[in-house]
């Protein structure tokens, strides 16, 4: 499985647009990139995956360029209740064991 | 929804005692999993089961059981408690959906306190 680099943590103020990017040199040809994230004395819940360059849902927007060796994961306008660690992930469908890491801690200051 | 629930928020348990942290999920899902989280070290997987009665071991197995008698029921089972498995346990589901990678579901988890 590739291995991801993220960074620890981030802070950002409340309305700007974050982004964190993930670096994955080893990505395979199947593999997909996923991101969750995880609320404080919570689970992880997915947010949004792709495989090539842009994908965007109701949550966030997924950039991955054209060599997929990175991705960066942007929220628009973040606010408080953003504060959360957020994973990246990648594997290939259907493999099951995909490593969550430490993730980065993001913290959105009033 | 997919409803992932655990069946305790907090446990305290005493050293050499036989833990039991259960699982359900609502949503007929084939795969589940069993990661602990702590400080520093993120999430690990321990065990995970692809079907009924099948079981497949994680990163960090040692120490530790699971049984899935029931498609919707994945159990874990500490043998003996330690200090050392003192930690947040989460259980996930989650179902092959074709061509990506499988959304995994996750409980709220399970705080365990090992004296």
């Known amino acids: 499985l590739a291995k991801t680099t993220q960074p620890i943590s981030m802070d950002s103020y409340e309305g700007q647009e974050v982004n964190i990017t993930c670096s994955h040199n080893n990505i395979a040809t199947n593999d997909y990139i996923t991101w969750y994230q995880q609320f404080p004395s919570q689970g992880p819940r997915f947010i949004i995956q792709?495989?090539?360059t842009k994908v965007t849902n109701e949550v966030a927007s997924l950039f991955i360029p054209a060599d997929r060796k990175s991705s960066t994961l942007s929220l628009p306008r973040v606010s408080l209740s953003d504060t959360a660690v957020y994973y990246c992930l990648v594997g290939p469908e259907g493999y099951q064991k995909v490593t969550f890491g430490i993730g980065t801690k993001l913290q959105v200051i009033p | 929804d997919v409803k992932v629930t655990q069946s305790s928020r907090y446990l305290v348990k005493r050293t050499g005692e036989k833990v039991f942290l259960e699982c359900v999920q609502d949503m007929d899902h084939e795969n589940m999993f069993w990661y602990r989280q702590d400080p520093g070290l993120g999430l690990r997987l321990i065990y995970f089961?692809?079907?009924?009665?099948?079981?497949e071991k994680g990163d960090i197995p040692e120490g530790y059981s699971v049984s899935r008698e029931k498609k919707e029921r994945f159990s874990l089972i500490l043998e003996s408690a330690s200090t050392n498995q003192t930690s947040m346990y989460l259980c996930a589901s989650s179902s092959p959906r074709g061509q990506a990678q499988e959304t995994q579901y996750f409980g709220p988890g399970t705080r365990l306190l090992v004296l």
């Open positions: 792709g495989y090539k």
């Open positions: 089961s692809y079907d009924v009665k099948m079981k």
